[in-house]
């Protein structure tokens, strides 16, 4: 270890990201959609952390504000200890090779009419001034490096398959050499012989090259494997954030419970055996949230309090926060759990 | 699932061929499989294997051209389907034959209320009345556990979330006494808790109506819990089929037991490095002549590319296309 191995890259603190309902007959606005509503934490250097959840829980929202995709309705992001929030255009300019995005359909995020090598070289022409030979260089190079054949520059994306796209999309997001990559849904448009292929590079380039990554994923299996800690989004905010053994052997929260109960199993003698926690009803809508907790309209263990307050994202065990008023009382747990231990 | 019981649906030797610009497309090679009553087949296998494309051309559901079902018996209810007049067909879809497909917003019809897209197979298939078609629609969505359902019967596809709308389809497919239900990645759309939603369901409505299923996946883990018995598909062809806890117990193609271990799980240990298939799935182009897996197959030899394999038994109930011999039974 250099320097102290637990330095964040990416600081959140209290993101919200509400976007505007405009309607009636003079399109005044008549709400909001609070699609992250106060979420704080913070990605290691050369961690990835899983953000999982449901469809319209924010988590790709949070992946977009994060890199300032949209201005944030309120709160800070600080990656590498500068502020991207409130950056100048020109400074955010600066910023933008340190930080990437990978993109769930590498069919819609590659521009049908530019070739390959035009494709990965442009992050490079827009950034860096390198001749045109450098240039060719550094696209073989990033070809090699995703494990395509570097004579492929010249053609166009629509000849590639799915999973060859989205290796075309990761060396476009690696060109600039970042240190911070979004990863959204990278494997979601992928069969799932391929996804593991994809998996599989994506942690390969962490290990060379120290990439830091945010991976958003609805699927539960492949964060598990991926991530080193796990997020999980609910309705607009993290409900459990934990180290991912921790989590996916002794998930705290009533959601994450149920979410991990819910995912099906590839072994029938398993399978016939895990107690599942189902969940009635739906997501309710992020423009009009329950009072108090927001599970409280689906949770099974629901209390009284919980209808009438919102509870706070807390540590409730070392590296351990979840947000949830059964877990009010800290030390109680904490003895629970040693007690639990011995 | 009753032992030695005639099946419902019995599927023989299918070829279903797309004419291109760029050629022939072999999309489905020599499919056959049956199901008995009552029993749930789960029909797994990547994008362009073959799995919808086989459901489609058995009850006439493949625009032609470009489509041409070339050969095949697809028997039901003592009939071959590829060869009744279009009309009878109709009446057997939808009526005797029920569908689900993957996407409920695109297979619903946005500018009519539900309640008359569940009326609509009952007045057509069974010949009922308004009156009676709308008490039995209501009872459909009270079947597929939908609250207050005469009200909900006035409502559209839009007013419905997408857990929901899957439940509309249901009821519209079970609507004339299916004897087969066949759903096409029904959960595919939906997220896991409401997946888990739906599962429940359909095993719920497999015991009270005891209609045969044939469920198409990708995903092994929803197959491994629902299925009785399983048919794996690859380049257009079954390429092994057996009892669900003997195909994840004992899997004998290449392909299978590959597949069963690039999928990590939730449960279990965690393995340090994910397993791949190298390689892409085959382009269908040209009559096969070979063995479709053989070149990301890690026991590839002369014969696979020679022949292709055809499928033959290598335990109780269950059977292989492979070359090679495994001895696993």
Known sequence: ?342 | MPDGALPVLDVKDLKTVFKTRGGEVHAVNSVSFDVKPGELLGVVGESGSGKSVTMMSLIGLLPSPPADVRHGEVLFDGQDLLKIPYNDLRHVRGGKIGFVFQDPMTSLNPVFNVGSQIMEPLRIHMGMKKTAARARAVELLELVGIPDAARRLKDFPHQFSGGMRQRVMIAIALACDPKVLIADEPTTALDVTIQAQIIELVKDLREKLGMAIIWITHDLGVIAGIADRVMVMYGGQVVEQAPVRELFGNPQHPYTRALLETIPSVRGTRAEKLNVIEGQPPILAGAPAACPFRDRCPHRFERCDVENPLRRPVGPSHDAACHHDFGGA
């Open chain 1, 1 to 342: 270890m250099l320097d102290d191995p637990l330095k964040p890259l990416v600081q959140v603190d209290n993101l919200k990201m509400h976007f505007p309902i405009y309607g009636g007959l003079l399109r005044r606005r008549v709400g909001e959609v609070k699609a992250v509503d106060g979420i704080s934490f913070e990605i290691k250097e050369g961690e990835t952390l899983g953000l999982v959840g449901e469809s319209g829980c924010g988590k790709s929202t949070v992946g977009r504000a994060l890199l300032r995709l949209y201005e944030l309705t309120d709160g800070t992001v600080k990656i590498d200890d500068y502020d991207i929030a409130h950056a100048s255009p020109e400074k955010l300019r600066k910023m933008r090779p340190t930080m990437q995005m990978i993109f769930q359909d590498p069919q819609a995020s590659l521009n049908p009419r530019m070739t390959v090598g035009e494709i990965i070289a442009e992050p490079l022409r827009e950034h860096l001034k390198m001749t045109k030979l450098e240039r060719e260089d550094r696209v073989g190079d990033l070809m090699d490096q995703v494990g395509l054949n570097r004579d492929f520059a010249k053609r166009y994306s629509h000849e590639f398959s799915g999973g060859q796209r989205q290796r075309i999309g990761i060396a476009r997001a690696l060109a600039l050499s970042p240190k911070f990559i979004v990863c959204d849904e990278p494997i979601a448009a992928l069969d799932v012989s391929i996804q593991a292929q994809v998996v599989n590079l994506l942690e390969e380039l962490q290990e060379t090259m120290g990439l830091t990554y945010l991976f958003i994923s609805h699927d539960l299996s492949m964060v598990r494997h991926i991530a080193d800690r796990v997020a999980v989004m609910y309705l607009g905010r993290i409900v459990e954030l934990a180290p991912r053994d921790d989590i996916y052997s002794e998930p705290l929260h009533p959601y994450t419970k149920a979410l991990l109960s819910a995912v099906p199993e590839p072994d029938p003698s398993i399978e016939s055996k895990v107690e599942r926690v189902i969940l009635t009803g739906d997501v309710p809508s992020p423009s009009n949230p329950p009072r108090g907790c927001n599970f409280c309209t689906r949770c099974p263990a629901v209390m009284d309090i919980c209808k009438r307050e919102e509870p706070t994202f807390r540590e409730v065990l070392p590296g351990r926060f979840v947000s949830c008023h059964h877990y009010n009382d800290v030390d109680e747990i904490a003895v629970k759990a040693t007690a639990e231990d011995l």
